[in-house]
């Protein structure tokens, strides 16, 4: 975290929207990376000041800030058109959340001024509030941003989406990768997967989706067969890898406990093998996070230990709890004890710190106090990997995540506990989920053979 960050952003005299705007950037922090959190205070700067008076703003207003050329660059990109919205729609959702304003998101709003989809109005209705009742549901921007852009190139050139054939979409699917880096390359499965659930989603919404009938009767606006009916999505190529004992006491072993950085790398690597959670859960921790309680296991007993909060993929809205291990809050205090900041951290410090001249020297200044990124906790695993003698290429940061569910299994934890850990939503998802991770033991073949030689059949 920079030190700029750690001094209050100071934008409206009246207390509520100053104290809805902390809270709104104490959880952008919490969710989301460094540059984010930056970007989101740069930009509300510069539309609050001067003095802007946040319950009279329009949507007009936003769209107008949102469009504006800075002077020392070109043409203000649409990526940045839509971050400034996207953050100015954020602050005023958590505004309204809090019952501080009570009138229509201009944010939001101001979204309908973009190029619509649809030049029918009741479609381009539908699309607006099909993406509004997607996050709803999701809370994620990744997801909206996703769907739109597929909707958005399906749907160009194609007219009415009444006419759309199953034989349309059928062609889309197959088109080539048009995100950078994948440019031209044929779609994987799970690509196609993604353009089969946006399209069906959204014509599945529009067949509820009501509208003003001829006679001012309610109709539905969508009546006929989804066109993406009978498609059924593709099986991706899965690689569970799951590290075996020996495997696990390497990577760890590789790791010098009395370099900084090292034991940093070491108590996350922890935490993720025997907490289960995926990258984006563990690597914004915050001290604050971590708190000494009383928990209760499965059987009704109770102890005291400490727990440390988050939230998961695909419930950023539900702030989720699970204890914290005593290896981890071990390795966690040896790090800090070693980076001289057992003493002085902060709730709103960032425990897994990124260190000076670790990736640059114009990246991390001394004195910063930044979250290491999800991306660098990452590629360091893949270092230490190659490092032990594992092939980075075969392991990934999400493979503790498998390594732990499967120690879990084979140390006698039951399936329902373990779908638990996992946060999986049915047992069939867990039980699958593992029987994957077991690739080469074959017991049985193992019992007939001595079976066949106690006969004396062999």
């Given at each position: ?71 020392y ?47 029918d ?19 994620s ?22 006419k ?6 059928s ?67 899965v ?13 760890f ?15 996350i ?20 996070d ?10 009704g ?11 998961g ?73 190659a490092?032990?003698?594992i ?25 329902f ?42």
């Amino acid at each position: 975290m920079m030190t700029d960050i750690l001094q209050p952003l100071h934008l409206f005299d009246d207390q509520r929207w100053q104290a809805c705007l902390e809270s709104f950037l104490d959880d952008v922090s919490r969710r989301e990376s460094h540059t984010t959190l930056v970007d989101h205070r740069t930009t509300l700067k510069s539309f609050f000041t001067p003095d802007r008076d946040p319950a009279a703003v329009s949507c007009k207003e936003v769209e107008a800030f949102c469009k504006q050329t800075p002077s020392y660059h070109g043409p203000v990109s649409h990526q940045t058109v839509i971050r400034r919205r996207q953050t100015i729609r954020g602050l005023y959702d958590h505004a309204i959340k809090q019952g501080i304003f009570i009138w229509n998101n201009p944010g939001r709003r101001a979204a309908k001024e973009v190029t619509p989809l649809f030049g029918d109005p009741n479609w381009q209705q539908c699309f607006e509030h099909y993406l509004e009742d997607l996050y709803r549901r999701s809370q994620s921007q990744a997801t909206i941003i996703s769907y739109t852009g597929i909707l958005r190139r399906f749907f160009e050139g194609r007219g009415n989406p009444d006419k759309v054939t199953r034989a349309d979409v059928s062609t889309y699917l197959q088109q080539p990768c048009v995100s950078n880096g994948k440019q031209g390359q044929p779609a994987a499965v799970a690509t196609i997967n993604g353009r089969v659930s946006a399209i069906r989603t959204f014509y599945d919404y529009a067949s509820a989706y009501t509208v003003a009938g001829p006679d001012g009767e309610p109709i539905l606006l969508f009546q006929r067969a989804n066109p993406t009916a009978g498609i059924r999505h593709g099986q991706p190529a899965v690689h569970h890898k799951s590290l075996s004992l020996q495997e696990v006491k390497r990577f760890f072993d590789c790791m010098d406990p009395s370099d900084v950085i090292q034991a940093r790398d070491c108590a996350i690597y922890w935490c993720y093998l025997l907490t289960c959670r995926r990258k984006s859960e563990l690597a914004n921790l915050r001290w604050g996070d971590i708190e000494y309680g009383l928990i209760t296991d499965e059987d009704g007993s109770t102890r005291e230990g400490y727990l440390f909060h988050f939230r998961g993929k695909g419930r950023q809205a539900i702030l989720d709890s699970q204890e914290l291990p005593e290896k981890c809050m071990e390795e966690i205090k040896h790090y800090l004890e070693l980076s001289q900041r057992w003493e002085t951290i902060k709730p709103e410090d960032p425990i897994f710190a990124a260190l000076p001249n670790q990736h640059g020297p114009s990246n991390v200044k001394p004195g910063e106090l930044r979250p290491l990124d999800a991306s660098t906790i990452a590629k360091r695993l893949k270092h230490y990997a190659a490092q032990c003698g594992i092939d980075p290429n075969k392991f990934s940061l999400h493979s503790l995540r498998h390594t732990g569910a499967f120690l879990r299994k084979i140390s006698g934890e039951d399936l329902f506990a373990i779908s638990r850990a996992l946060r999986h939503k049915s047992l069939d998802m867990t039980r699958r989920y593992l029987e994957e991770l077991v690739t080469n033991g074959d017991r049985g073949s193992k019992l007939v053979e001595a079976r066949l030689k106690a006969l004396g059949v062999m």
